[in-house]
């Protein structure tokens, strides 16, 4: 029940807006329960009066004082029931919209912990027991307490002493519900996990459909979902069995109860105490009044149901992004493209090992910097790191001199691009692929940003052009196609700083091919920060840093490092023809001639100190 109340003082904030209509509902459910009282009353007279005597005269008040009563609580339930129906699903709206506005900032780590189908599980499902407690079960509660309270007057009114003798097996409903409302919590728990499982599993191998094939792995991945749909109908049936075997245990003290009243009542007609209209009325309250009370008593279960779900979101909403915006933020100035690491360290959330250590280097306006290194060796984590995932744990990471934890996020990633090592698409047409690196941005800015990506021929020669559909595993496109998307989509960023991690990676030599010359002008004038393994523009860098075991190695220049015969050259190897004869980017950027629209920007003849870690941007 802690559980339970924590979590409703939790959720319950969410109400706000609409309580005003959680008010109008309950006044709805007030006057329906009303009406009710009054039917039974009315058939009452009717009994005793009407029928008995068999007078049509005494039946036409009463008939037409029902049918009155009866289209009230039928307007009033229609209206009562649709403005709850509004109001619970406006709060899982807003529930939902809450949950997933938070799992977006959650850090990477936190998407490596939790599948995805399980995620699914808890936005959709659990967010709607949420619902069931918070505000079905609150309208609930009241509309069953007032309406039992009715019946309970009622039959008091009726005959007090019978009332109080019938009232006697109502606590049997409570007893029943606490006894069952553990067992059905762990059903509802293990049924969301299965069902989180089954999501994942369907998930994870379709879109690893293609390994599933090659490796013959079909009847593997059938295991998988077998193992988890059992798991789920174990959970679903016993869940179901529980709740069936409730049911029926209430129906069986339900009938318990109507057989005392009419013993009773016998009893009392017999010895002329009670007329039949009186009885029929006193038996109609009391079968009313057992749905509400075994309303009350499901509410345990529904709430403990409900608290399985608000675990699994809680522990969502527990969850806290690993970076934020600065108290006191920088204002936001016209980056140049200094970038510099000092000292930086860094282990991921609950690494014993730290990933970066000790890392220092600094990239100019203009400037592309390579990091290279064996596979682990922490290269992706400085790009990480750079774009803001993560803070380091010591050191300071500056933008044009301010530490990036002074900087707005929103700003940081619209000054720094990031090129990831999966080509990321989104669902939609090409154009929109593109347009996501400047919202807003013109037909013609994304054709040019095309033509300088060299995709605009393949993307013309699709059926619908830049409309054709794509969606993420399911475009018609080639690697090599889809990155010159993704580079498109960073030119039209027009970030004076880039993250290109592993660009060729996943690519064959002729797709690769392709890829550099767009990638030549996407560097053009921005400081880039290449992580890669493939060594190929290696010539062109101003610097190159070799990271072995999160620690920088080597830094310096191509022919400097093969030179020296250090970890650089055993990486580097004998070079592929390609980047010898490759020509050095910014000497090349203007060979690229008119299809090359990128305008350069300015750097500015003075770089700040490399020591010097400003607060304040340069101007
Ligand atoms: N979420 C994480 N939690 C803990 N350790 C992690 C996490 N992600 C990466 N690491 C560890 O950090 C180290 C550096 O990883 P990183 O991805 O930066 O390597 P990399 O040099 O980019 O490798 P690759 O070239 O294979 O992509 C590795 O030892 C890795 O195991």
């Given at each position: 029940m802690r559980e339970a109340r924590e979590a409703f003082r939790r959720f319950w904030p969410l109400t706000r807006g609409d309580r005003k209509w959680l008010a109008v509902i309950i006044a709805c459910v007030v006057v329906s329960a009303l009406s009710e009282t009054a039917a039974i009353l009315i058939f009452a007279d009717l009994t005793d009066n009407a029928l008995k005597s068999g007078s049509l005269s005494d039946f036409w008040g009463p008939a037409a004082a029902w049918l009155g009563v009866a289209a009230l609580g039928a307007l009033v339930g229609y209206f009562g029931n649709s403005l709850a129906t509004w109001t619970a699903e406006r709060f899982v709206l807003r529930l939902r919209a809450n949950v997933f506005r938070h799992v977006q900032g959650l850090p990477p780590h936190f998407f490596q912990k939790h599948r995805q189908g399980d995620l699914v599980e808890r936005l959709t499902g659990d967010v709607e027991a949420i619902e069931q407690m918070v505000v079905s079960g609150v309208v609930g509660t009241i509309s069953a307490a007032f309406s039992a309270v009715f019946y309970a007057c009622a039959a008091l009114y009726l005959r007090w002493d019978l009332a109080l003798a019938t009232f006697v097996l109502a606590p049997l409903f409570l007893i029943a519900a606490r006894r069952f409302s553990g067992r059905i919590k762990q059903a509802s728990t293990d049924e969301r996990v299965a069902d989180g499982a089954i999501t994942s599993v369907v998930e994870e191998s379709l879109g690893n459909v293609v390994l599933t094939q090659a490796y013959n792995r079909r009847r593997d991945e059938e295991k998988r979902l077998d193992v988890e749909a059992r798991a789920w109908m174990k959970a679903s049936v016993r869940g179901a069995r529980l709740s069936e075997m409730y049911e029926q245990f209430v129906e069986v003290v339900e009938t318990l109860c109507v057989l005392a009243v009419i013993g009773l009542g016998v009893w009392e007609i017999s010895a002329d105490r009670m007329t039949l209209g009186a009885l029929l009325a006193f038996a109609a309250f009391i079968g009313y009044l057992y749905p509400p009370v075994r309303n009350l008593g499901q509410l345990g279960l529904t709430l403990t149901a409900a608290t399985a779900g608000a675990a699994r979101i809680n522990e969502i909403l527990d969850a806290t992004p690993s970076v934020g915006d600065p108290s006191e933020p920088v204002p936001a100035w016209p980056v140049h493209g200094w970038v510099s690491f000092h000292g930086v360290t860094f282990a991921y959330p609950g690494a014993i090992r730290n990933s970066v250590d000790e890392v220092t280097f600094r990239a100019d306006p203009g400037e592309l910097v390579i990091i290279t290194g064996e596979s682990g060796a922490g290269k992706s984590t400085l790009s990480k790191l750079l774009t803001r995932f993560y803070d380091p744990s010591a050191g300071v990471i500056c933008l044009d001199g301010v530490p990036?934890?002074?900087?707005p996020l929103e700003f940081l990633r619209e000054n720094v691009a990031l090129l990831p090592q999966q080509t990321l698409i989104l669902n939609g047409t090409v154009r929109e692929n593109i347009e996501c690196g400047r919202p807003g941005a013109t037909d013609e800015e994304i054709e040019r940003a095309a033509r300088s990506a060299a995709a605009h021929d393949f993307i013309a020669a699709l059926p619908e052009g830049y409309d054709t559909q794509i969606a993420p595993g399911t475009a018609a496109l080639s690697g090599g196609q889809l990155q010159r998307i993704a580079i498109a989509r960073a030119m039209l960023r027009e970030a004076p700083v880039l993250v290109l991690d592993e660009p060729t990676a996943g690519l064959d030599s002729v797709a690769a091919r392709q890829v550099i010359q767009p990638l030549r002008r996407l560097m053009s004038g921005r400081t880039t920060i290449m992580i890669t393994h493939d060594l190929s523009l290696a010539p062109d860098a101003d610097r190159i840093l070799v990271v072995e075991g999160g620690r920088l190695v080597e830094t310096g220049k191509h022919a400097e490092l093969v030179a020296r015969g250090g970890a650089y050259a055993r990486l580097a190897g004998p070079l592929p023809e390609m980047a010898i004869t490759g020509t050095g980017r910014h000497r090349s950027h203007r060979s690229h001639g008119s299809e090359d629209t990128m305008t350069l920007r300015q750097v500015p003849p003075q770089a700040p100190d490399e020591t010097m870690i400003l607060r304040l941007p340069l101007k």
């Open positions: 990036l934890r002074d900087v």
